[in-house]
């Protein structure tokens, strides 16, 4: 409470005050409640006195016919300091005798009338109407004949003089206690708060400066339990003093083993506060070490390696056992390169009864695993070269003989249009077919020289050999690029690239949809100085989500299932790197208010030094994760 003290002497002040308000108040109310209920029913007894003497009065007036005596002995009632008016009424209610100057002044009201009937002979009634208005009245009988009655009315004016008389008093009473009281509250609470102001004093000095000593002991100026405190302070500061000095050496050693051990170490609380760290841990999850401090696992840590790291910590404060070997894999705070911990967790006690804290150990395995990954994905590729070696073999022997009997239809079976434009891509299609078979032997080391190409020509060859599936399917192909473009490249490798993203748009593609294919002169993203053309391919197909997308460059990565290998977008990279090119994905799934698609922008620099001697090592495909908007290019 903010109106509430904060010194023990102006508590106790408040207290005690606070208790004899209450306490006289209580005992005001108790008293005064008693006086009115004495005053009033005095009044009621002093009322039916009053009445009946008056109508003993006025009877002997009315049967002597003397009227002004009668008005007499009304106003002679009324001089009695407990009477405010007094009047003589006939049978039916009519004044005949007022208190006031003139006797009709006043009149019966209608509580009053209502009383008549209820008047007894030869008993005064005494009855309360209107709030708090009390009245007595009598019959005034003459010869046992009724012939009018005596109305006297309590002055509540004298009750409220009793009454206040009485408070008066106890205000004087009430004063005089409380002012005695006050003081001796002040003497006593001096006595309290002065032992009380050194102890508070030397609390305050150890917490300001814990390694100084220097105002210690304090002072004992009582010989009472406040005495007896201070002494028992005083020995708890030379207690803390030795102890200190035996706790630092600890805590030096556990605090450079903590800092310079090579692993991530971080005990927790049990709601899964940070309360101690080490610089390595800090170094592993990319956050400083003075904000984990407080901080809970889901504000350092991605989801869902915080839940599995914060349930561990609760199953081990649960079941006080030990985990150990906890593989975590996440992305690291500053990148988007993956990450794999080893991490064991187990309980910390302070004392035999319960845990304390859960400290967890962190070893950071990234590195083993990518060198693993890596192998891995070595032995598939000399395995995949090794098969592939075994069947550019034997593709070599049909495709030669094919190669000849196109070159017999051509050159002697005299074939018109259409037929030799088919032969004429038979023969295109065949020679790459060679080549990717050589490409495969050397994992795309291409041993021919480049040419300048039009770029119209590869495109639309390669549209034509998927023109069957896209008439099947009802795709719509939208091509928008100059027939007269031309650039120097591999020619072969190219078809081969712009065949894989066609493939995999119509595979993604459902009937109905629609495919853009685009080409324009265009300079590098990256190098505005360095001129090419830039292409883009763009699907409604169903999208790529953001596991997808990360992955979908790496050698046998498939969501084809058994229909995929893995290598097409992969053979693609490695064709556009050879080029010193740079290729963009953009993807979207589908959802409430946006349709799905996914684009392939790819620049190939116009570059007259390529050659197939050159081996660049600078350029690599982007592949862009975060979520932007997708749509079909526009010309």
Known sequence: ??????????????????????????????????????????????????????????????????????ISDVKL???????????????????????????????????ERAQIPLIKAGQSRVFRYEGNHWEGVHGVYIDNVLRGYAWVQFDRGEARRQIGGLLSDLSVFGFIWIAASVVLVLIMARTIARPLAVLHGGTRALMTAPESTGGFPLPVTVQNELGDLIEAFNGMVASIAEQRAGLNDTLSLLDSMLANAPIGLAFFDRRCRFVRVNQVFASMTGVPLSRHLGRTLPELLPQPVAQVLEDTVLRVFAEEQPVRNLELNGHGSKTSQSWTWLASAYPVWTNPQQVRWVGVIVLDASERKRNEEALRKTEKLAATGRLAASI???????????????????NFCQLQNPALEYVTMAEHEARRISEITQQTLRFYRQSTMPTRASMAEILDSVVSLYQGRLNSLNIQVERKYDQEMNLFCFSGELRQVFANLVGNAIDATSAGGRIVIRARRSRNWKDAAQPGIRFAIAD???????????????????????????????????????????????????????????????????????SAADRPVLTVAENGNREEPVSLPQS
């Open 540 to 610: 409604t197909g169903t999208g790529m989500d953001a596991a997808v997308r990360e992955h979908a460059f790496e050698a046998f990565f498939t969501t084809k299932e058994v229909t995929g290998t893995g290598l097409g977008l992969w053979v693609s990279q490695e064709i556009i790197v050879k080029h010193r090119g740079v290729v963009h994905l953009r993807s979207r799934t589908a959802k409430s208010d946006k349709p799905s698609g996914t684009v392939f922008q790819v620049f190939i620099p116009d570059d007259p030094n390529l």
């Open 77 to 111: 009632t009324v001089a009695s300091p407990t009477v405010e008016t007094a009047i003589v009424t006939d049978p039916a209610g009519n004044v005949l005798a007022a208190s006031s100057i003139f006797p009709n002044h006043r009149s019966l009201l209608p509580p």
């Open 1 to 70: 409470m903010r109106w509430w003290p904060r010194t023990i002497r102006w508590q106790m002040l408040a207290g005690l005050l606070l208790l004899e308000v209450l306490s006289l108040g209580l005992f005001s109310a108790v008293l005064v409640h008693q006086q009115t209920r004495r005053v009033y029913e005095h009044a009621r007894k002093r009322l039916a006195y009053d009445s009946t003497f008056l109508a003993m009065q006025a009877s002997e007036a009315i049967g002597q016919q003397r009227w002004a005596q009668l």
């Open 392 to 410: 550019a073999h034997e593709i070599n022997n049909p495709l030669e003989a094919i190669t000849n009997l196109l070159f017999l239809l051509r």
